[in-house]
């Protein structure tokens, strides 16, 4: 029978059938189980190949599997056709002897710019070619593994056999060494390239606690994680993704205490990233995060005591290259109006900016709708002084309130994305210019009423007290979203669009957790959603991560105080309690 | 497939949107805000209603439209800021229907700030005007209600000196009667209320028109359902406030019970009136009403050698309880014999003593209440005498 256009309307809308296999969702518990054993962990960490099967790149001619040559004129002239030397001008090979007797032909292959050239001349090529002039002579055998053991005092080398790994530790800033007559090379480690130094974060910027920030440094980040967490079961795994761009990414986890199921979940979604490039942060989280969702799901942050606290939560942590953004997942909705300064600063206060925080995000979404759904439908809602003041200043207007709400809100858009982009030093009179003299402009010449000025600018202003970057950017779609509700429906659409926003925001899931946890499903885990308690009341880890140490921290703290005292004597449980069971 | 999906939504969102929606979108400023109603008597069976409708383009504000900086006016009178139109009608839906003849804007009541009635309109009975204005999705139950000696247009006519419109003015004075002791304060849907309960009736505000820029309180107006029977006077306003439980706070200027040539005045706080009803069979109700209030002196004149002890105070008191007796029982036998309604509530209390509804029903309070037996009691502390013991001792 033919179908009606019903039929057919019902058959594009209808959503594809789930052929997956069940999603994953962080569940119970399982037992812990050391790394190692037969069902358990990861393997040893260090370098993970590239999967087999999957199509090689253009920097990968011929290269996997090959082996280092004993010969050393074998391997030269390999590396200057893969390299395409003499065309590509900044990969230098220097040809030397090492000066033991008798002299061995050598060659060290590294990038110029790269490579610290101090390091490399005095570690390097001094003790080989003049301290080791009265040295004992090379076997063959041992050629390159004499040498990394007695001849080269330099605090990283590594002997490796095959090709592929050297020429990536080449890419990647090392030094090569190529020893005639050994068929395996040496790496060192003398990356030395010029990045930028440690700076206060541009979009995290807190009074009270620590001002560092990520720089394009990957080991100078996670030096910053460690020296944050100084644990022996910090866990960085090395990860390579990216054809092109062999991007470094560490997954960071605390061994004993992140859920495994986690962590192997972050493998799995790693292990299936294919791609040229991977530049950012901002590239992998896309391949990462789960459906797209109304909101982020995956965390992008510039300070290292933020990821710090993620970790010890038991969250899991990646840096991506040299991006300086750190992503930590799973995020839920409180990430995202949670400042570092409320932990840092005394818990009333910090409770006092979470309100200021989540009024200024209600203010940004929905401040122009609420002028538009009273002023066009509900006027019998405006007190009667504002009613008669709105009439008055728009009777000179000659548009309708919608119009001129997006005349302005449009207006203020280009403003923010033109202050972004101009040259610094008259960014500040621009957005003074912008903001306030054509705004007063604008009200002057009858265009705008003055009231809707500062509506959008209470918009404005409510949307940077948004402390993330990416969820304050995202705000604005959904305000002309909200606009448009409000345009055709009153109050009524407003408040169908926020059934709406909550009901995606609820059914979202950002690596098996829900969207808007710990305020649904709510599990009592602490005063820390909206209301922040005081330090010595968070003893329980967010439950929803499900980590295997519950307790974060004993359940009466300060033992000192006379009040507490009855109660430090019989309270706290013993450590690694399980979380019961829900 | 996505992308066709997604498209479809995004049509089906807007025409759901769009269709259903935006059928009463107004702007703000096509709309005719009526601020004031005014309800007269007019021709036979019909009303006169006026309404006052705001001009917002002569409002004052800041920034706006273009003027002359220094020419323009900053206060509110060169322009005029309200219009009054009058129209002869049965009731209120047909007035607004005949305003859509005159008017470029869409009136509406929603932004209502009083109703003003003529007296001779509320002598007549409102129960047949009011009744409709009730049934408009416009109305506004909390509008303050008030009856006016002469004509309501007239007295909307008004230019008010410290508010920048009169509904504004007659609005606040209302309020601010009824917060130092002055005047009744009903609303619209208190004021139909009563007219729906029996046995029950309401006491608005009697106002006068004083001049061009002022209008006066005279008293109260006492309905019986929904007909003005009486008046009552400035003072007589006061006693029925204090019966009623709706006196907050005022100063009463009294003779000084020991020497009447001279005022006192009082600071009196009033708690709500305790009333006690006794109802059996074959007796007229006897109603106890018991006042308790406390009193501040705040003037006490008569000249005296110390200054006020506490024995002195305890006479004053006597004396003032002694008057507010006389003077309040006065006021309930007047409204007894002549007005014949109830207007201090007892009604409601009387009813709280059946048990059955049907009893109640069949028992008619309007008719028994001239007969009842009122009596009532007040009793005044006066501990409070102001900063000061005695008036300024000469050495």
């Known amino acids: 029978m033919p179908k009606t256009w019903l039929g057919k309307l019902a058959d594009i809308l209808r959503p594809a059938p789930n052929r997956a296999r069940r999603s994953f969702s962080l569940g119970r518990r399982r037992s812990y189980r050391p790394p190692g054993t037969q069902e358990g962990g990861p393997a040893p960490a260090g370098t993970r ?95 390159a593994q004499m040498v990394a053991d007695l001849l080269l005092p330099h605090n990283q080398v590594k002997v490796l056999e095959e090709l592929a790994p050297l020429v990536e530790a080449v890419l990647a800033g090392n030094a090569a060494m190529f020893l005639d007559g050994e068929a395996r090379g040496l790496v060192v480690e003398v990356r030395g390239f010029k990045s930028r130094a440690v700076e206060q974060p541009t979009s995290e910027v807190v009074v009270r606690g620590p001002k560092q920030a990520f720089t394009e440094n990957l080991r100078v980040n996670a030096a910053m994680i460690r020296r944050a967490l100084r644990c022996p079961a910090l866990v960085a795994e090395n990860w390579k993704l990216g054809r092109l761009t062999r991007t470094d990414v560490v997954l960071f986890y605390v061994d004993g205490l992140t859920n495994p199921d986690l962590v192997d979940e972050m493998r799995r979604r790693l292990s299936t990233v294919d791609t040229d490039r991977v530049l950012d942060s901002g590239m992998l989280e896309d391949l990462l995060e789960d459906a797209p969702a109304l909101l982020p799901t995956m965390l992008a942050t510039e300070r290292p005591d933020r990821v710090a606290t993620f970790l010890a939560d038991g969250h899991v942590a990646l840096l991506v290259g040299d991006s300086p953004f750190a992503l930590v997942a799973p995020m839920t909705f409180t990430g995202f109006f949670h400042s570092p300064e409320d932990s840092y600063l005394r818990w009333p206060l910090g409770t006092a900016l979470r309100l200021v925080r989540l009024f200024g995000i209600f203010t940004s979404l929905l401040l122009p709708a609420l002028y538009l759904a009273l002023v066009n439908y509900h006027e019998e809602m405006i007190p009667t002084e504002l009613a008669l003041a709105i009439a008055s200043a728009r009777e000179a207007v000659p548009f309708p309130s919608v119009v001129e709400v997006f005349l302005l809100e449009i207006s203020f858009e280009l403003i923010r994305e033109a202050g972004i982009r101009i040259p610094s030093v008259i960014g500040p009179t621009i957005g003074i210019v912008g903001a306030v003299i054509i705004g007063q402009a604008a009200v002057t010449a009858s265009l705008v009423s003055p009231i809707l000025v500062i509506i959008v600018a209470l918009t404005a202003l409510g949307s940077f007290a948004v402390p993330n970057y990416c969820a304050a950017m995202l705000l604005r779609p959904y305000r002309f979203a909200f606009i448009l509700l409000a345009a055709t429906s009153g109050f009524f659409g407003i408040a169908a669009g926020m059934y709406v926003i909550a009901l995606v925001l609820c059914s979202t899931k950002s690596f098996g957790v829900p969207y808007m946890s710990p305020i649904a499903p709510f599990r009592g885990t602490g005063p820390d959603i909206v209301v922040r308690g005081p330090v010595y009341k968070l003893h329980l880890r967010p439950s929803f991560l499900r980590p295997l140490d519950a307790l974060a921290q004993r359940p009466v703290q300060r033992r000192w105080d006379p009040q507490l005292a009855g109660e430090a004597e019989g309270g706290g449980g013993p450590r690694g309690q399980p979380e019961r069971p829900r | 497939m996505d992308l066709k999906r997604w498209v479809t939504l995004v049509i089906c969102a807007m025409v759901a949107l769009g269709q259903p929606g935006c059928w009463d979108l107004e702007e703000i400023n096509n709309l005719a805000l009526v601020l004031a109603l005014g309800l007269d008597a007019g021709e036979g069976e019909e009303m006169e209603v006026s309404f006052q409708l705001s001009i917002p383009r002569n409002l004052a504000g800041g920034g706006g439209p273009p003027g002359g900086g220094a020419g323009q006016g900053g206060s509110a009178s060169p322009a005029q800021q309200t219009l009054l139109i009058s129209m002869g009608a049965p009731n209120v839906s047909r007035a607004l229907e005949r305003l859509g003849l005159v008017l470029s804007r869409r009136p509406t009541l929603v932004q209502n700030e009083v109703l003003v009635v003529g007296e001779e309109l509320a002598r007549r009975g409102l129960a047949r005007h009011l009744g409709g204005l009730q049934r408009l999705p416009e109305f506004r139950g909390n509008v303050p209600l008030l009856v006016t000696k002469g004509r309501a247009a007239s007295l909307l006519q008004i230019r008010p000196q410290l508010e920048p419109r009169p509904s504004k003015y007659l609005e606040d004075l209302l309020r601010q009667g009824h917060h130092a002791g002055l005047s009744p304060l009903v609303r619209m849907s208190d004021f139909l209320s009563t007219m729906e309960v029996s046995a029950v009736h309401a006491v608005t505000p009697l ?59 009082l600071m009196l706080s009033a708690a709500h009136p305790r009333v006690r009803v006794r ?21 006490a ?70 007969r009842a037996e009122i009596v009532v009691r007040n009793r005044i502390a006066m501990k409070w005498v102001g900063l000061t013991y005695g008036p300024p001792v000469p050495d």
Do not use: C
């Not at chain 1, 002239?77 to 040809?95: A, G, K, T, W, Y």
């Not at chain 2, 509530?345 to 209440?369: H, I, K, N, S």
């Open chain 2, 279 to 299: 109802r059996r069979e074959g007796e007229p109700v006897r109603i106890e009403v018991s006042i308790f209030l406390r009193a501040e002196v705040q003037e």
């Open chain 2, 207 to 265: 106002v006068d028109k004083a001049g061009e820029s002022q209008a006066r309180i005279v008293g109260a107006a006492a309905f019986h359902g929904g007909s003005l029977v009486g008046e009552l006077d400035v003072e007589e306003t006061r006693w029925w406030l204090m019966l009623a439980g709706q006196w907050r706070q005022g100063t009463l200027t009294v003779d000084d019970p020991r020497d009447p040539k001279y005022p006192l005045t």
């Open chain 1, 49 to 143: 190949e590239q999967p087999a099967g999957l199509p090689e790149g253009p920097g990968d001619d011929a290269l996997w599997g090959e082996t280092v040559s004993a010969r050393l004129d074998e391997n030269l002239n390999h590396l200057r056709r893969l390299f395409r030397l003499p065309l590509n001008s900044d990969i230098v090979v220097r040809e030397f002897r090492v000066g033991s007797s008798p002299a061995v032909r050598a060659a060290l292959v590294f990038i110029e710019g790269l490579v610290d050239k101090d390091q490399l001349n005095l570690a390097v090529l001094q003790p080989l070619m003049v301290l080791a002039r009265a040295g004992r002579p090379l076997p063959r055998r041992r050629r």
């Open chain 2, 301 to 370: 004149e008569a000249p005296r050698q110390d200054p006020l002890g506490p024995g002195d105070l305890e006479a004053l008191a006597r004396g003032v309880e002694e008057m507010l007796n006389r003077r309040m029982a006065a006021l309930v036998r007047r409204t007894q014999q002549e007005l014949a309604a109830d207007i201090f509530g007892f009604g409601r209390r009387v009813r709280m003593t059946f048990t059955v509804r049907p009893a109640w029903e069949a028992f008619d309070w309007d008719l028994e209440y001239p």
